[in-house]
């Protein structure tokens, strides 16, 4: 299977309304999506990258112009645009930066996809996922002026619903109130707080006071590059720490396990580097006998699609961000697999399991350019 092009798209996503963590608001889901063409079809891969990401992780802008068209550029002068030796070269480009690991994730998303359909296999079953469903949980984010009222009702909705966690997110000063607020109504999911990094690491006490919430993990406190100051936290707390924006690279998982920085692993395929970096990252989580989910980026469905069959895999051991992008997009170009708000089904049809909604697309791209790879 020879390619013969592949295109940029970028293409103008919304939220439903917007999602408030700890110093960042998002509204704009301008997302990157990138199509390769063979003479046997198309296929689609998304990249995670999004306006105003917070480090780690990149924006849409500054992949767009720099390592996708590194990639691509690479592509074309090295490769000999069989779909096997593109994927080899999407594996062994060594990324340097989260953002090229976003761009590598999503030419290997497409190219799986093509590789699947041309074999008649599943990705559920190419990923080694050991269920055919997997579970799925919902986020509860800040409310606009830490206003509880308004977070009890986000979080007795989504108590009416088959989720099987909640997770919220918490900053200094927005932390107990909430999880006392959660506290008054039993709920009886796990729940994780997210702090994304927040913290200072001369907070622990405070964080040590959280111990009291009973809480399944209490993610990402600190910024991502502080793993010794993680470490020693879990040494204090009996909440597992977790960690999210840390995790950016298989390497980081391991030494993170390894030094016993992390007790909770979220995954975040698009960040690691696409489906085989995961793989591994969850391997790794397995082996160290470290809880890991699938985290996400409020993907598309057709990111998601992916991120759902790899937590279909053994080391997965807690309910991922895998809920329907519809819950949270405007519209959204490339259906989902299909859910009951507590678990999502995997699909065992050839490729990814996500499909185009080529006028929903089209509607809203905003621009797209172009790279022939054979006349
Ligand atoms: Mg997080």
Same mark, same amino acid.
């Given at each position: 299977?020879?390619?013969?092009? @592949?295109?940029?798209?970028?293409?103008?996503?919304?939220?439903?309304?917007?999602?408030?963590?700890?110093?960042?608001?998002?509204?704009?889901? #301008?997302?990157?999506?990138?199509?390769?063409?063979?003479?046997?079809?198309?296929?689609?891969?998304?990249?995670?990258?999004?306006?105003?990401?917070?480090?780690?992780?990149?924006?849409?802008?500054?992949?767009?112009?720099?390592?996708?068209?590194?990639?691509?550029?690479?592509?074309?002068?090295?490769?000999?645009?069989?779909?096997?030796?593109?994927?080899?070269?999407?594996?062994?480009?060594?990324?340097?930066?989260?953002?090229?690991?976003? @761009?590598?994730?999503?030419?290997?998303?497409?190219?799986?996809?093509?590789?699947?359909?041309?074999?008649?296999?599943?990705?559920?079953?190419?990923?080694?996922?050991?269920?055919?469903?997997?579970?799925?949980?919902?986020?509860?984010?800040?409310?606009?002026?830490?206003?509880?009222?308004?977070?009890?009702?986000?979080?007795?909705?989504?108590?009416?619903?088959?989720?099987?966690?909640?997770?919220?997110?918490?900053?200094?000063?927005?932390?107990?109130?909430?999880?006392?607020?959660?506290?008054?109504?039993?709920?009886?999911?796990?729940?994780?707080?997210?702090?994304?990094?927040?913290?200072?690491?001369?907070?622990?006490?405070?964080?040590?006071?959280?111990?009291?919430?009973?809480?399944?993990?209490?993610?990402?406190?600190?910024?991502?590059?502080?793993?010794?100051?993680?470490?020693?936290?879990?040494?204090?707390?009996? #909440?597992?720490?977790?960690?999210?924006?840390?995790?950016?690279?298989?390497?980081?998982?391991?030494?993170?396990?390894?030094?016993?920085?992390?007790?909770?692993?979220?995954?975040?395929?698009?960040?690691?580097?696409?489906?085989?970096?995961?793989?591994?990252?969850?391997?790794?989580?397995?082996?160290?006998?470290?809880?890991?989910?699938?985290?996400?980026?409020?993907?598309?469905?057709?990111?998601?699609?992916?991120?759902?069959?790899?937590?279909?895999?053994?080391?997965? #051991?807690?309910?991922?961000?895998?809920?329907?992008?519809?819950?949270?997009?405007?519209?959204?170009?490339?259906?989902?697999?299909?859910?009951?708000?507590?678990?999502?089904?995997?699909?065992?049809?050839?490729?990814?399991?996500?499909?185009?909604?080529?006028?929903?697309?089209?509607?809203?791209?905003?621009?797209?350019?172009?790279?022939?790879?054979?006349?």
């Amino acid at each position: 299977m020879r390619i013969e092009e @592949v295109e940029v798209v970028v293409v103008g996503l919304e939220l439903r309304t917007p999602i408030r963590s700890a110093g960042l608001v998002q509204r704009d889901k #301008t997302t990157l999506f990138v199509k390769v063409t063979t003479e046997a079809g198309s296929s689609w891969g998304e990249c995670t990258a999004y306006p105003g990401a917070r480090a780690p992780d990149p924006t849409p802008e500054e992949v767009e112009q720099g390592a996708l068209d590194a990639l691509v550029r690479r592509l074309v002068e090295t490769c000999d645009s069989g779909v096997e030796s593109a994927l080899d070269l999407v594996a062994a480009c060594s990324p340097d930066s989260v953002g090229a690991q976003s @761009v590598a994730a999503a030419l290997e998303m497409a190219l799986l996809d093509l590789e699947l359909l041309a074999a008649r296999r599943s990705l559920a079953d190419a990923v080694g996922a050991t269920r055919g469903e997997v579970e799925t949980g919902l986020l509860v984010g800040i409310p606009e002026g830490r206003d509880l009222g308004r977070f009890v009702e986000e979080v007795e909705r989504a108590l009416e619903t088959p989720t099987r966690r909640l997770r919220i997110k918490i900053e200094p000063g927005w932390d107990r109130l909430p999880l006392e607020a959660l506290r008054e109504r039993d709920v009886e999911v796990p729940v994780l707080a997210d702090a994304n990094g927040s913290y200072d690491v001369r907070e622990r006490a405070s964080l040590r006071a959280l111990d009291a919430f009973g809480l399944r993990c209490l993610e990402q406190p600190f910024a991502p590059h502080e793993l010794e100051a993680h470490r020693r936290l879990a040494d204090e707390l009996a #909440t597992p720490v977790g960690l999210d924006e840390s995790l950016w690279s298989v390497e980081r998982v391991r030494e993170a396990v390894r030094t016993g920085a992390c007790g909770v692993a979220c995954l975040k395929p698009g960040r690691l580097g696409g489906v085989a970096a995961t793989i591994e990252a969850a391997a790794a989580c397995g082996s160290a006998a470290v809880d890991c989910f699938v985290g996400g980026f409020f993907e598309s469905g057709l990111g998601r699609s992916v991120n759902a069959a790899l937590a279909g895999r053994p080391e997965c #051991t807690l309910p991922g961000d895998l809920g329907d992008p519809a819950n949270y997009l405007v519209a959204n170009p490339f259906r989902y697999l299909p859910t009951d708000g507590g678990t999502v089904g995997l699909s065992g049809a050839p490729g990814l399991g996500s499909s185009l909604v080529v006028e929903l697309l089209e509607s809203r791209t905003l621009r797209s350019r172009r790279v022939r790879l054979r006349p």
